[in-house]
């Protein structure tokens, strides 16, 4: 009866992804993520809670009437969604130039160790 002998345990998915994990590529890549997230979270949060403190201390300045009908509390509610839309353009944006290429990179660090 004849073995052979592969040379050890054929390597697992777990193994491949735990190396990519510790990568620098990898590190690079969640450091460029935190960098875009954590402050546009922070400013939009800051944003948000300006209109809610305003919406419930400054009555007098929020209701002052703009054009017609529509107030200074409007305008903030409405630019909400503005700020939301404006935010993820400049996601996607940042995306695309800064985090794609390093994704894209270890990607095909992965792919080439399982072919």
Same mark, same amino acid.
């Not at 054929?10 to 993520?33: G, K, N, V």
């Not at 509390?73 to 503005?82: A, C, M, N, S, T």
């Not at 270890?106 to 072919?115: G, L, S, T």
């Given at each position: 009866m004849?073995?052979?002998?592969?040379?050890?345990?054929?390597?697992?998915? &777990?193994? +491949? !992804?735990? $190396?990519?994990? &510790?990568?620098? &590529?990898?590190?690079?890549? $969640?450091?460029?993520?935190? $960098?875009?997230?954590?402050? =546009?979270?922070?400013?939009?949060?800051? !944003? @948000?809670?300006? @209109?809610?403190?305003?919406?419930? @201390?400054?009555? %007098?300045? =929020?209701?002052?009437?703009?054009?017609?009908? +529509? #107030?200074? %509390?409007?305008?903030?509610?409405?630019?909400?969604?503005?700020?939301?839309?404006? +935010?993820?353009?400049? @996601?996607? $944006?940042?995306? #695309?130039?800064?985090?794609?290429?390093?994704?894209?990179k270890?990607?095909?660090? +992965? &792919?080439?160790?399982?072919?």
């Open positions: 004849s073995t052979t002998d592969t040379g050890g345990p054929p390597e697992t998915s &777990e193994t +491949i !992804w735990e $190396r990519a994990h &510790e990568s620098t &590529e990898f590190r690079e890549l $969640r450091s460029r993520l935190r $960098r875009f997230v954590f402050p =546009m979270t922070a400013v939009f949060l800051l !944003w @948000y809670l300006l @209109y809610v403190l305003l919406a419930d @201390y400054a009555h %007098g300045f =929020m209701s002052t009437k703009v054009v017609g009908n +529509i #107030n200074v %509390g409007l305008i903030f509610g409405l630019l909400q969604f503005v700020s939301t839309f404006v +935010i993820t353009g400049l @996601y996607v $944006r940042y995306a #695309n130039r800064k985090l794609d290429p390093v994704a894209e270890i990607r095909e660090d +992965i &792919e080439k160790e399982q072919a």
